[in-house]
């Protein structure tokens, strides 16, 4: 048995819905065995046993709350059905699927038309080819198991596979030892009234699972201990360290679990340990898959045998799905087409509030669409000659100007012959005592912000400067 | 439901969906065009809503001069009187042109020939805090050689008023002192109006 696989896939959830309450039951003959577990809003399962009498009036419950959460969970026996271990030549999981079930049909010795079939995982071998753990049961079998649950007055939604549900739940309530070397090897014996069921697996990797006939009384039958030592040869190296694990009705007796102990220890040695609450080992295992998402999840209740509810649940899920995406596309549709008329308004909007403006700042004109800047600024520098003295009246007075360039030829001692002030101009003429005055009537101009050109003529005749100045701008 | 319905149901979902982006993806290509022809059109909407702020304040402007009690601007000989002594004035209009509502817009010339120089900006101050007021456009000033702060002074002043003299087409002969303003007076007291802090009128609310 490889152990240094990489899992790939595995079954996680068979159900379409999750249920917070769930009833196992286990066949034992003409006995069933019952376990009621419920989900906590903290995810926790708790679990209880159910005793004939609940169990009747359980039905009446489940009869009345079928569509609120509530499932049944039954299993087939493993005498009934098979898992398999298929290896296919390819590496592409996606082509493997494809190919798994025509070598299955070469497996099994009746047409495949005649069972169903589930692939519960999928893992990457050393070599790189797909391994792919198949579960399969013929629809006879099948049938024949409602029959009996439906004797029993259940109708269970989901069929389990019988040596994956115990296979999971002992790993749940004794997890392997992912550490230890060598692999530690599992062997689950699960004792049941009328037969016994045994589960090989190494460390999580289920590797298969076997049925046989229980005998009464069991330990007295040495046919059943060489029966099973003949199982376990096939599945396990000889010598090999085993981890004994005990389960099953008639696991609660000591004598029977240590006399088939001692008997198998003497080629596979290995320590014994059972598990608790033994009776109601496989009904727990229904409820804890049914409730829990986990690995190798099965459920062989499919196509024509699908139970109503199920597939109620399943077209609600493709219902909800195709309304869901209705919705989206109506969003989207509807989105857009708002998105769009929001725009369009706004734009018109825009539109009109420029056709009023223009309208109001060109009256009487006729402006083109798209020409509203050219028409509106003729329109406005007509305008605008009539009113513009109007605002000129505001603007700061050319008088105090004068007054200031006055006191600036009086602040540096020239003498001024023409002064010619406008708006952004001055030009000055006249004379002063030293060069350097001129350069004081410069700055001054500056000051006031004008750009200031000067020209100065040296005296010829006389001692005096004469200058003349330009100046721009400054205007008040 | 049937597996009819819930096929059809599906294909209906599908196409709606497919729909749904398809209209997304149309929709967003042309709100791209849209969202380019609604910024055009701002700018165009900015650019005249300037426009109209500049014409509120003209008529912002012009209001201020509606609420005067007095349109018509001083005569600039009366105000020479007051303000200069020993010189009179030669004035002239130099242009009169149409505005709007009946407002005219007059340019004058003032000519004093030997004046003391220091009187001018008195005479200025004095024009200019009339209502409506004259306001400076150019000023000559010319140094007599004769004696120290006489001088020669051209001034170019001009007033939106309204009545008194249709405005002239051309330059009018000088006017000696008698200037066309027969029932202004001296220089009045200052209008209370958005003149005293030479404040540029603000539009109108709402406009």
């Not at chain 1, 649940?313 to 989206?328: E, P, S, T, W």
């Not at chain 1, 200031?452 to 400054?474: M, P, S, Y």
């Not at chain 2, 065009?33 to 900015?46: C, D, F, G, Q």
């Not at chain 2, 020939?113 to 009187?119: A, G, I, R, Y």
Request: aromatic fraction near 6%; hydrophobic fraction near 40%.
């Amino acid at each position: 048995m490889a152990t240094s696989e990489k899992l790939l896939y595995t079954c996680r959830s068979t159900v379409p819905f999750r249920p917070r309450i769930c009833y196992g039951v286990a066949l034992a003959g003409a006995a069933a065995v019952t376990v009621r577990a419920w989900r906590s809003s903290g995810g926790t399962v708790r679990q209880a046993v159910l005793t004939p009498g609940d169990a009747a009036a359980r039905r009446q419950e489940l009869a009345e709350s079928a569509q609120n959460g509530c499932a049944t969970v039954g299993c087939l026996a493993v005498q009934d059905s098979l898992t398999l271990w298929l290896n296919s030549p390819l590496t592409s999981r996606a082509k493997a699927e494809k190919v798994l079930p025509s070598l299955l049909d070469i497996q099994l010795p009746f047409p495949l038309e005649d069972c169903l079939y589930q692939f519960v995982e999928f893992r990457r071998i050393p070599d790189g080819t797909i391994s792919a753990l198949v579960c399969a049961a013929r629809r006879e079998a099948v049938r024949t198991c409602l029959d009996r649950y439906q004797a029993q007055g259940d109708d269970p939604m989901m069929l389990d596979h019988e040596g994956l549900a115990l296979w999971t739940q002992s790993l749940a309530e004794l997890p392997s030892e992912p550490r230890r070397q060598p692999a530690p090897y599992r062997v689950l014996i699960y004792l049941a009234d009328d037969h016994v069921t045994l589960v090989i697996g190494c460390r999580e990797r289920y590797g298969n699972a076997h049925s046989l006939q229980m005998p009464s009384p069991p330990a007295a039958d040495d046919g059943l201990i060489r029966r099973l030592q003949l199982l376990l040869h096939a599945g396990l190296p000889a010598g090999a360290g085993v981890q004994w694990v005990f389960c099953g009705a008639r696991a609660a007796e000591p004598s029977v679990v240590e006399t088939m102990h001692k008997s198998l220890i003497k080629d596979w040695p290995g320590p014994l340990t059972c598990h608790k609450e033994p009776a109601s080992f496989l009904a727990r295992a229904l409820c804890e898959r049914a409730l829990k998402r986990g690995p190798l999840r099965c459920n062989l209740r499919q196509q024509t045998f699908t139970h109503p509810a199920v597939r109620r649940a399943v077209d609600r899920r493709a219902r909800a799905a195709a309304v869901g995406i209705l919705a989206a596309g109506l969003l989207m549709a509807g989105f857009s087409l708002t998105s769009r008329l929001l725009g369009e308004h706004r734009f018109a909007r825009v539109k009109a509030e420029i056709a009023a403006l223009g309208a109001e700042l060109a009256p009487g004109a006729a402006i083109p669409y798209g020409r509203e800047i050219p028409e509106v600024q003729k329109a406005w520098e007509k305008q605008a000659l009539l009113t513009a003295p109007f605002l000129d009246a505001f603007a700061p007075l050319l008088a105090p100007r004068l007054a200031e360039v006055v006191k600036a030829g009086r602040a540096s001692a020239v003498r001024l012959e023409t002064l010619n002030l406008r708006r952004n101009s001055l030009v000055l003429t006249g004379v002063a005592d030293d060069w350097d005055q001129c350069g004081q009537l410069e700055q001054g101009l500056k000051t006031l912000g004008y750009t200031v050109k000067l020209q100065r003529q040296e005296a010829i005749a006389e001692n005096e400067v004469r200058f003349t100045v330009n100046a721009e701008g400054g205007g008040p | 439901m049937k597996p009819g319905a819930l096929f059809i149901l599906q294909a209906c979902a599908l196409a709606v969906f497919l729909g749904g982006i398809l209209a997304a993806i149309v929709t967003i290509r042309q709100n791209v065009l849209l969202r380019e022809k609604i910024r055009n059109k701002t700018e165009t909407l900015s650019r005249l809503a300037a426009i109209k702020q500049a014409r509120d304040q003209h008529q912002a402007a012009v209001h201020v001069f509606e609420s005067l009690s007095n349109a018509a601007p001083a005569a600039l000989a009366s105000l020479s009187r007051a303000a200069v002594t020993n010189a009179t004035p030669e004035i002239r209009e130099r242009e009169a042109r149409n505005l709007t509502a009946g407002w005219t817009l007059r340019q004058m010339e003032v000519v004093f020939s030997e004046v003391d120089l220091n009187q001018i900006p008195g005479f200025l101050l004095a024009a200019e805090q009339e209502r409506p007021p004259w306001r400076l456009v150019e000023c000559t000033l010319a140094s007599s050689r004769k004696a120290d702060g006489l001088g020669r002074a051209a001034l170019i002043m001009e007033a939106v008023g309204k009545g008194g003299q249709q405005p002239a087409r051309r330059s009018l002969p000088t006017y000696g002192g008698a200037e066309g303003n027969p029932g202004r007076g001296e220089v009045g007291p200052t209008d209370g109006g958005g003149w005293n802090g030479r404040q540029t009128p603000e539009p109108d609310a709402g406009r």
